[in-house]
């Protein structure tokens, strides 16, 4: 192949990298397998998992498999999924608004869904409505943005981005009326930390819901990753080499809406990675599209179920993952960019 | 001076002191503030933990004092049910520590009942005769009734009160202190929503009812928060959960099914009186036998609970209870 | 059938402004090139994006290769008129290859990813443009003249007929320039049409095609450029008084220089 020996050098090293980064986050699901209060062995927990586990019927036993499958699989699959789809929204959002600093929340979909589910804490709904109530939160608020956006009938995007920032602003204004107005003893404690996000309630059902969104959204941006990476161009060039912007931008703005929307109802509000982790993705695997989707997917289901597990390994009381994703996700960022090149960015 | 004179000056300093006395006493509250009230205390505000504080002067037969009423989210009913005046009194607290001061004001108080200090110290600095009340140590409740015995005029009642605590906690040691350690089943109380146990005076109780509380550790903290595997570790033998919901939780969640508690049906919502027995309340010496009843039931039978509740919100509540308003308050609460 | 006919085109940014383009009728055939000369304002970069579709034309009509760009979705028109911009900004840093790769998107069916024949096909777009050494650098990391001749690369990996090019020789030195204008006269020699906006009327002399005279939207002369651009014609033109400077071999070449007073 006369044309291109160093590249297929190239692309021969970046699938080996992909390789062992989906290698580590196996290892990383094993590992967090094993952490928890509840003392299970590791080859109990290779039994379980294989199902061939002991017929006894010794209670201790059957405790084992629940706090295995029931308690610890759950919350390692969600902190997975949530961590590949936020980290794959952001990227998306990073792409279409051409915008390094762009995060899933750009449009308001975080502060919506919090706000719904909220309402839905301060009326002491079940859980199921109280996710219903923040997926439905967070299309809202990106549906008024994009509403107020097409009613200001600006062609650029910086008016939709606006519209973002005031839809947000609301719905946290909203929220906070909510928590005045919740009962402090038992209402108020519970919106709150449900606010600071938390993958500690995590059952295998929300697990399953997730599921859904996030998987199917994603290979949707996985498909798409070339047209999408035009974007990132401008809308002029986009639109001369083929593809439909505005269509495009919709459909995106839907996809990663429903993979935020679906995290936040699920776990509540977890930022930093959907900013952090595609910068983290750029830098170590270029701009390819196939691999940088795949690899920031990677990378985002490792970084927070690496988070998650010292959540809840680091004290007695459990560390709500928000918290710990804006502690450790801020210094990154900063380390990041002291150490990154000027030229990355124009 | 002349010897008249000293006469008059001493007949005149008893007319004062007599006035004094008119005016109002001093009163040291629990936290060591003077506060001078009036004699006759007529009219009561009660801040915070209002159907606590309420309880504790139905006990004292002061309820015709209270002067405000319940705020929502702390009403119960049987609140109503021993004091159904209080449906209609203004209320004068919202959100956290949201008090409508100036409603205070009007309701011109001869005392002000509060279990905050940070309260007491607000409203004092303005002027108001606010008492602190302080329960932490579970012994405090009798200190506390004779402090408002004394400022109601009703130290006799709050005698009363303190010598049936006394008598209760003795009859249930003779019961439960021959228990060896290995009868003493594992007891966890529990808010199963937030997974916390949120009030230090349950592990008190568990114990003296003969149940290792798993979350008896020392701390200082009010409450303790923990995660599903540190529960399913320590897999209690006895659950309490404070309402029904909680209790329905339990049973049908899936991951809960393996503890000891929710295999042997030992899941038991807390009965809820004027306030809920699991927390400080009045009716502390009966969530001792109550406890005893759930954790041993074979020394305390439900008939007896029951006619020992009969008994004692006749005596201290002056209200005779059906049976079935018994069985309600043992039912506990519904659940949010 | 032409290339590119473009009648009675109109175009105006609100209704409340005035007409940016006011009825503009041109055509062009394959292999045939145009320079759009105008002052700055006259409408000529307003006629590119029209022409490629990207405004939306208030009246007339514009067809390529006899299709109405109305009727065409974006991706037909990719496939028929590529665009190389006066220069591009990324907020991210590409680097050339993929740059050029992007063209072929155009030719990429839904959601395919490039196929070896398109990586190919690019790399040989690379190497006729001569920017294939560059092509692991950075975009974002290449100087002016780099950077347009990668987009130019770009619009040849797009293999459309048609080929848009907004200034491309602005702000670029004469060495630069010079390259540039090689390449466009190659294109044309491989067949493909190029409409070419730019303020030098020495480049249309240079390359010895049709121009096109804008003026506040209007078109004021269209022709060969010996016969279009005078002293006169460009003094009109431009609003200021010109002189001429001939040179070259067989004295071809007009540049303008303005006199000042």
Known sequence: MKFSPARSADRLRGDLALAVLAGLLVLLTLFSLTLGR??????????????????????????????????????????????????LSG??????FRNPMASPALLGVSAGAAFGASVALLLRL???????????????????????????????????????????????????????????????????????????KITVSDAVVLSGPILVCGLALYLNRWRIGLLALGEHEAATMGVDVRRMRMAVIFLATLMSAATVCVAGVIGWVGLLIPHLARASFGMEPGRLAISTALLGSIFLLAVDDLARSISVVEVPIGVLTALIGAPFFLLFLLRSRQGRWA | MTDSTKRIIAALAMVLCLVAQAWGRDFVDMAGRSVAIPDRVARVVTLGAVPV???????????????????????????????????????????????????????????????????ARKLGEIGLPVVYLRWTAPEDVKALMALLGDILGRSKEAGDYAAYFDETMTRVSALIDPLPPALRPRVLYVNLRRLTQPHRIADWWIAKAGGRSMTD??????????????????????????????????????????????????????????????????????????????????????????AEMTAFYNRFFHKSLSRDQIDEILAGSIGR | MKAIEIAGLSFRHDVRDAAVLNDISLDLDLGEIIAILGPNGAGKSTLALCLLGLLPRESGSIRLNGRDIGELSRAEMARRVAYVPQSTRSAFAFDVAHMVLMGRLAHIEGMGSPSRHDRRFAEKSMEQVGVWPLRGRLFTELSGGERQLVLIARALAQDAPIVVMDEPTASLDLGNQGRILGLVRDLARTGKSVVMTTHLPDQAFNLK???????????????????????????????????ALTGGIANELTAFAPRLG
């Open chain 3, 209 to 243: 095609c049709k121009v096109a005279l804008m003026k506040a939207g209007r078109l004021t002369a269209i022709g060969p450029v010996a016969e279009v651009c005078s002293a006169e014609s460009m003094s009109a033109l431009y609003g200021a008084p010109l002189d």
């Open chain 2, 53 to 119: 504080i309420n309880g504790f002067l139905f006990a004292l037969g002061r309820r015709d004092a209270l002067v405000n009423g319940l705020p929502s989210e702390l009403a119960r009913k049987f609140q109503y049910v021993f004091a159904p005046e209080l449906a209609g009194k203004p209320i004068v607290q919202g959100a956290e520590k949201g008090l409508a001061v100036e409603d205070i004001v009007s309701l011109k108080p001869d005392v002000v009942l509060t279990m905050d200090l940070a309260t």
């Open chain 1, 126 to 200: 079940s859980t199921l409505l109280v996710q219903g109530a923040g997926f439905i939160g967070g299309l809202a608020a990106v549906t008024i943005a994009l509403t107020a956006n097409r009613a200001i009938n600006a062609r650029s995007i910086v008016t939709l981005v606006l519209c973002g920032m005031v839809v947000s602003a609301l719905f946290q204004a909203l929220i906070s009326i909510v928590k005045y107005v919740a009962d402090p003893v038992e209402t108020l404690p519970t919106i709150t930390f449900w606010l600071m996000g938390s993958l500690a």
């Open chain 1, 38 to 87: 509840y003392p299970v062995s590791l080859e109990t927990i290779l039994d379980i998992l294989t199902k061939s586990g002991h017929a006894s019927e010794a209670a201790r036993d059957a405790t084992a498999r629940t706090v295995v499958l029931m308690v610890r699989l759950p919350r390692i699959v969600a902190a997975v999924l949530i961590g590949a789809g936020l980290s």
């Open chain 1, 91 to 96: 990227l998306a959002y990073q792409t279409i």
């Open chain 2, 217 to 306: 550790d020392g701390r200082e903290q009010e409450s303790l928060t923990f995660s599903l595997e540190q529960m399913l570790n320590w897999d209690p033998e006895v659950m309490i959960v404070a309402d029904q919901g909680e209790a329905k939780m339990a049973y049908d969640d899936p991951r809960f099914q393996n503890i000891s508690a929710v295999r042997g049906r030992r899941v038991h919502v807390a009965p809820a009186g004027a306030h809920l027995w699991a927390n400080r309340t009045i009716e502390q010496p009966l969530t001792l036998l109550w406890a005893v009843s759930v954790i041993h039931p074979e020394l305390v039978s439900q008939e007896r609970l029951k």
